[in-house]
């Protein structure tokens, strides 16, 4: 089976821009989630998305959105970029989300730099 | 930022010794999820567990669901170069794939 594929793996944005990020999660997952991953916070959790509904968000700002389309890939939108948003951002699927349904998988991420 | 806190920060080891690693919280999790992380990599699934006081081995690695369910640890024995990384713990609550991480554990082991 795939992996859970992300693209683009780096990019670099100015302050100002907005950037686009893509996942495919691995095939028969549903469940699609995106992290943000920086020295200074760690790995924190932006939002969830299954069957191309958010199910839940972390304590991000709305210039950080989400959707998630019907064959279950997802996209993750910033909209204009701050120099902090410079981080790994990190895709996930899985099955469904219940208990016993398997677990989480990453994909390698999509690294953004902004200057 | 982090809820979890994760010990210890940094852990620089012989080859075939053993490496103990911890998390804990001031809340209680449902899930306790081991990943290890490499450069330019993302986090790859170690462990999972589901039960208060359970404990699982997957090859050298053992980990442990505190029965608090406020903590738990993840063991390797007889450590290899390739054992190097960052490895995380991670609790969730519910259902759903909200995960909070500790901040890491980053092993270097010297041949």
């Known amino acids: 089976k795939a992996g859970v594929t992300q693209t683009p793996r780096y990019l670099i944005k100015t302050r100002g821009q907005q950037v686009t990020l893509s996942c495919s999660p691995i095939?028969?997952?549903?469940?699609v989630s995106w992290y943000q991953q920086t020295p200074g916070q760690g790995l924190q959790f932006l939002f969830e998305?299954?069957?191309?509904?958010?199910?839940n968000k972390g304590n991000f700002p709305g210039r950080f959105s989400g959707r998630q389309f019907s064959n279950s890939r997802s996209e993750m939108n910033v909209s204009t970029l701050e120099l902090g948003d410079s981080a790994l951002y990190l895709c996930?699927?899985?099955?469904?989300?219940?208990?016993?349904?398997?677990?989480?998988?990453f994909g390698e991420g999509s690294r953004l730099t902004v200057l | 930022g982090q809820q979890l806190n994760q010990s210890p920060q940094s852990m620089f080891i012989q080859e075939g010794e053993d490496v103990s690693m911890n998390c804990t919280s001031s809340?209680?999790?449902?899930?306790w999820l081991w990943y290890k992380q490499e450069p330019g990599e993302g986090p790859v699934l170690l462990i999972a567990?589901?039960?208060?006081?359970e404990l699982t081995s997957n090859g050298r690695l053992t980990a442990q669901f505190g029965i608090t369910r406020k903590d738990s640890f993840l063991n390797i024995s007889a450590s290899i170069p390739s054992d190097v990384g960052i490895y995380f713990c991670?609790?969730?609550?519910?259902?759903?794939?909200?995960?909070?991480f500790g901040g890491g554990t980053r092993l270097m082991v010297k041949p």
């Open positions: 996930a699927s899985r099955h469904s989300g219940g208990q016993n349904t398997g677990e989480l998988f």
């Open positions: 095939s028969g997952h549903r469940s």
């Open positions: 998305y299954f069957s191309e509904t958010q199910r």
């Open positions: 809340s209680i999790f449902n899930t």
């Open positions: 567990l589901y039960k208060a006081g």
């Open positions: 991670a609790g969730r609550r519910n259902a759903g794939n909200m995960l909070t």
